[in-house]
């Protein structure tokens, strides 16, 4: 059963264990999380972690560059940000970047706009779907032996909805921090939507809504 989240303003933690684990989160004035992750293994067994790499591709080193996050605009612009800073966290634990995936973005992209169009908070959508029903139905795990998601969702307003808040509240929270540090994640998308997921918040304060898909999946990655 999904519990009401706290007030914006009330720094709390609510963990509950469903067919994935849930948390909802308010690490700080002016945004809220959740964080979920769920696996799927043919042999019962987690996937074998790899050693992690010494530095990042240069080509996310290039893409992470200020001229390189400049280039795009919008909402893009910060979505890119989220997918560095979650990188950069990763790299500080020695753990390999992840890398982008379009079938990931895709899932990323459509819970953030049905969480805004239809005013809810949660890893499961109003028609029911969860976290794996809505990655499957986006290509991700289509074909594949073996699969691991993970989820985390945010949304705040003004200072509370820039891409270093939203991954500094994720990463003072376990269930979330978990999400961005486990090394057996390979791939990521990440989508950010213009409005809060809940009615009555006013459009001058540029609310955003968030949603992090990372995922490890055998074999290789999705097909187009």
Not at 20 to 40: D, E, I, K, M, Y
Not at 70 to 90: F, P
Not at 173 to 180: D, E, K
């Amino acid at each position: 059963m999904a519990r009401a989240a706290p007030p914006i303003t009330l720094v709390a933690l609510i963990a509950a264990c469903l067919v994935l684990a849930l948390a909802l989160v308010a690490p700080a004035a002016g945004a809220r999380h959740a964080g979920a992750n769920q696996r799927n293994s043919p042999t019962g067994k987690p996937a074998r972690r790899r050693a992690p790499a010494a530095k990042p591709a240069r080509r996310h080193v290039r893409r992470c560059s200020p001229a390189g996050i400049r280039r795009l605009r919008g909402t893009s612009r910060i979505e890119r940000r989220v997918r560095c800073l979650v990188n950069k966290r990763r790299a500080a634990a020695r753990l390999r970047p992840l890398r982008y995936d379009l079938c990931l973005d895709r899932a990323a992209e459509r819970h953030a706009r049905d969480m805004v169009r239809r005013h809810y908070f949660a890893h499961t959508s109003r028609a029911g779907r969860d976290l794996a029903q809505r990655v499957r139905a986006a290509g991700y795990v289509k074909r594949a032996r073996g699969w691991r998601l993970g989820e985390n969702l945010a949304w705040g307003s003004g200072g509370g909805s820039s891409a270093r808040s939203i991954v500094s509240g994720w990463m003072r929270s376990a269930p979330h921090r978990a999400n961005i540090l486990t090394g057996g994640f390979r791939d990521i998308g990440v989508a950010v939507v213009r409005g809060a997921p809940v009615e009555g918040r006013s459009a001058s304060s540029r609310p955003a809504t968030f949603v992090v898909e990372f995922g490890a999946r055998q074999p290789g990655r999705c097909r187009r």
